[in-house]
């Protein structure tokens, strides 16, 4: 019994609270073609594209009008008794009422006024206050970014912020203005030294946006490319990428981080510079594979590996690279005439000579390398298979190489795993 007027309680001060909140609010709310704006709000969050643009286009047809009604929303904060009653209304499967948290108040608010794009600068002082406190930043940044133009300098001061995810949403959504170049660049330029990574790398990929600015951006972005973070300098390579043959003057930069970087830094530089300069690229790597320097010869041997059949011109220089006196400069040759996979009348006879190496993980890497170009391979089969039993305590290798076997001659390595 108790139970059951606890439930009557429940149910009354809910109905109370939708009485009151249709007393302060419904009687002001726009409507449209016999919907109200709260209706109209919900077509927002559909999934069906349809039903959201018609929202869309709904909230956009009320105007300026909706503007207030929405701005309360942006205010929506709970009381302890409405979240206490909204539980226990959870609990009991009796009656089906809908309620929506002050969270999903505040972002149908963010929603209704992103609909309305430029109808909403009225808006742009409150939701400049979420964007700068509490959890409903990175929604409010975009907001801003659709009112457009008249948002930029609320976008442009957030950049300020002692807040980290404030400063990185408002980066990222500058890069959403287009056309806004000449106001929106100077402030990401100075975000590029920001000490967050994210709000750093997010104002490269916003810049990016911006190639009618490449005259001032592309030597900033140059500029970075000496960060001491490894992977923001990867992300600045690839930012220059969207400036074309704009961004040539970052060719000697990025052939040093061949030379110099990692694995996963020299590939980056090595894409972004096939992207931007393929042939002085080339020239630059020609010359690498012939350094004295073992270090650069490694790295860029691995770096055309991802250039893939534009690495054509290298193969003669990668042909002398097999016989290096480094066997890793001989495997990293291997590697890339297997990924460029051309001119099989003058690499397999190249790769072929390697399977005598002295060096079993040279022979080893060749032979995976040689199966690449099929059939011309098979005299390669006794080899691979003898090869495949001198590696059986390292799995990786041996497991390659059988792949290899089965790629060149399948019922070789058939009859192989049958014993």
């Not at 439930?7 to 919907?35: C, D, H, K």
Request: proline share 6%.
């Amino acid at each position: 019994m108790k139970r059951g007027w606890r439930i009557f309680v429940v149910i009354l001060g809910s109905v109370a609270l939708v009485v009151i909140g249709f007393g302060l609010f419904g009687a002001r709310e726009p409507v449209y073609q016999g919907r109200t704006l709260t209706s109209w709000l919900g077509d927002l969050r559909s999934g069906d594209p349809y039903i959201t643009t018609n929202g869309v286009l709904a909230i956009r047809h009320m105007g300026t009008n909706a503007v207030p009604f929405l701005v309360r929303m942006l205010h929506a904060k709970d009381s302890k008794l409405k979240v206490s009653c909204i539980n226990l209304m959870a609990r009991q499967r009796r009656f089906k009422v809908t309620y929506r948290f002050d969270f999903e108040r505040r972002e149908d608010g963010l929603r209704g006024l992103g609909a309305l794009g430029p109808d909403a600068k009225g808006a742009i002082p409150e939701i400049t206050k979420l964007l700068n406190t509490g959890p409903d930043r990175q929604m409010a940044a975009y907001t801003l970014s659709r009112i457009g133009p008249e948002a930029i300098p609320a976008l442009n001061s957030a950049l300020g912020s002692t807040n980290g995810s404030t400063r990185g949403h408002a980066a990222a959504f500058l890069g959403l203005q287009k056309g806004q170049g000449e106001n929106v660049v100077p402030g990401l330029l100075k975000a590029l030294k920001d000490p967050d990574f994210i709000v750093k790398s997010k104002a490269v990929r916003a810049l990016s946006r911006f190639p009618e600015q490449a005259d001032v951006i592309v030597p900033a972005l140059i500029s970075r490319l000496d960060d001491p973070d490894e992977t923001f300098r990867e992300n600045v390579a690839r930012g220059l990428v969207s400036f074309g043959d704009k961004a040539r003057p970052a060719v000697p930069r990025l052939v040093k981080m061949v030379e110099t970087g990692d694995f996963h830094e020299g590939q980056a530089a090595a894409q972004a510079l096939l992207r931007i300069d393929r042939e002085a690229a080339i020239d630059a790597f020609t010359n690498d594979l012939q350094s004295p320097v073992v270090g650069v010869r490694r790295k860029t041997a691995l770096a055309l590996m991802s250039w893939k059949a534009n690495g054509v011109p290298a193969i003669p220089v990668l042909i002398k690279c097999l016989k290096d006196q480094d066997n890793e400069v001989k495997q990293n040759a291997a590697v890339a005439l297997r990924e460029i996979g051309s001119e099989p009348e003058i690499v397999v006879p190249a790769l072929m000579e390697n399977l005598n190496d002295p060096d079993l993980k040279v022979r080893s890497i060749t032979a995976i390398a040689v199966c690449e170009f099929g059939e011309r391979a098979k005299p390669a089969v006794p080899i691979i298979i003898k090869l495949i039993q001198e590696n059986s305590k390292d799995e990786l290798t041996a497991s390659g190489l059988f792949n290899a076997l089965a790629r060149i001659d399948p019922d070789a390595a058939d009859k192989l795993g049958k014993q």
